[in-house]
């Protein structure tokens, strides 16, 4: 079935660890974002990709990177310099089909990281 | 960067009523994309319904539908007979030109029968 995995679903670290998050989709969408959700707070964007190769920074992108080697996958490392890492993180991707008209998201599942 | 604000506290709702769901956006693109997801406690996000900046008609999903006011910025999301189902967080995202997709801060719905 055609979809969007994220692993592992939950991630314990201990703090000054690296860690990344996995993102895969075999979808064959151009776009891939991802974002971090704190308890009871929406969705504030990390970072997204349009093309392999390329990505950029969104709201929040201080303490990770990413990489797009890769159409369908666009993992995510969340490095020791993120002060305040606990949190949900979601993975998305939609088609690209023009400025402002990208058909919607599709996510996954959702990784659960704590810090301990 | 384009704004997204959903405002209103935590909403109970009586099983079988419509609730309305607010949702401002502030942008100066003119083509852009706004959506509407679902969250339940289990975390995942469900996509409920879409307007473009073009589309002259209001959007509809079965008992979803968009009341899209281009002019006051404005894509309030209407639920019509609420289920037991529908409690969960409800976010309002929008697509501007640099596809750069950005949410809301969502909105508490409690259906209660």
């Known amino acids: 079935d055609g979809g969007i995995t994220q692993s592992p679903k939950y991630l314990f670290r201990k703090e000054g660890q690296n860690v990344t998050l996995s993102c895969e989709q075999n979808?064959?969408?151009?776009?891939m974002f991802w974002y971090r959700q704190d308890p009871g707070q929406g969705l504030r964007l990390i970072y997204y990709?349009?093309?392999?190769?390329?990505?950029q920074k969104g709201d929040i992108a201080e303490g990770y990177s990413v990489s797009r080697e890769k159409k369908e996958s666009f993992p995510l490392t969340v490095t020791s310099a993120q002060k305040n890492p606990t949190a949900f993180y979601l993975c998305?991707?939609?088609?690209?089909?023009?400025?402002?008209?990208?058909?919607?998201?599709?996510f996954g599942q959702g990784t659960r990281l704590t810090v301990v | 960067a384009q704004k997204i604000t959903q405002t209103q506290p935590g909403m109970f709702v009586q099983e079988k009523e419509a609730v309305t769901l607010d949702c401002t956006y502030d942008?100066?693109?003119?083509?852009?994309?706004l959506f509407w997801y679902k969250q339940p406690s289990s975390g995942e996000m469900i996509f409920l319904i879409y307007?473009?900046?073009?589309?002259?008609q209001n959007a509809t999903e079965g008992r979803y539908s968009l009341n899209f006011q281009k002019a006051r910025k404005s894509a309030n999301l209407v639920i019509s007979a609420s289920q037991l189902g529908d409690s969960a967080m409800y976010f309002c995202?929008?697509?501007?030109?640099?596809?750069?997709?950005?949410f809301g801060k969502g909105n508490q719905v409690v259906v209660i029968p």
């Open positions: 942008t100066s693109d003119q083509s852009y994309g």
């Open positions: 998305a991707s939609s088609i690209t089909v023009g400025r402002g008209t990208n058909t919607e998201a599709f």
């Open positions: 307007q473009g900046s073009y589309d002259e």
């Open positions: 995202a929008m697509n501007p030109e640099s596809n750069r997709l950005a």
């Open positions: 979808l064959t969408h151009d776009a």
């Open positions: 990709s349009q093309i392999v190769n390329d990505f």
